[in-house]
């Protein structure tokens, strides 16, 4: 009888916090933006920013909708734990500030 992979999705996927801390210090690391001017811009404070690149704290609704449009990203591409050219649900555009 042949072994069965019995991971579950939550011990193959990061999940969402993980996702999104990675992506928001990638996005911030690559255009070298510190987290002070990243914060400031998108009207939260440096230390809220921060606990959300270190996963310690996960924005609310409102304040992903506000990430999205900051960054110019669809909302589900800050959680979707497949890569963007990959992903069949969302669409494949920016989002207009």
């Known amino acids: 009888?042949?072994?069965?992979?019995?991971?579950?999705a939550s011990e193959?996927?990061?999940s969402a916090g993980v996702l999104l801390a990675n992506r928001l210090r990638s996005w911030r690391e690559q255009r070298g933006i510190p987290?002070?001017?990243?914060s400031v811009e998108l009207g939260v404070s440096a230390a809220t920013w921060d606990h959300w690149e270190k996963g310690r704290r996960?924005?609310?609704m409102?304040?992903?909708?506000l990430l999205a449009q900051y960054l110019h990203l669809p909302p589900c591409l800050l959680l979707c734990p497949?890569?963007?050219?990959?992903?069949?649900?969302c669409p494949?555009?920016?989002?207009?500030s």
């Open 35 to 38: 987290i002070k001017r990243a």
């Open 12 to 14: 193959i996927l990061p």
């Open 62 to 65: 409102d304040d992903l909708n």
């Open 58 to 60: 996960f924005p609310s």
């Open 1 to 8: 009888m042949p072994e069965t992979d019995h991971s579950t």
């Open 82 to 89: 497949f890569q963007h050219s990959q992903c069949g649900y």
């Open 92 to 96: 494949k555009k920016t989002v207009k």
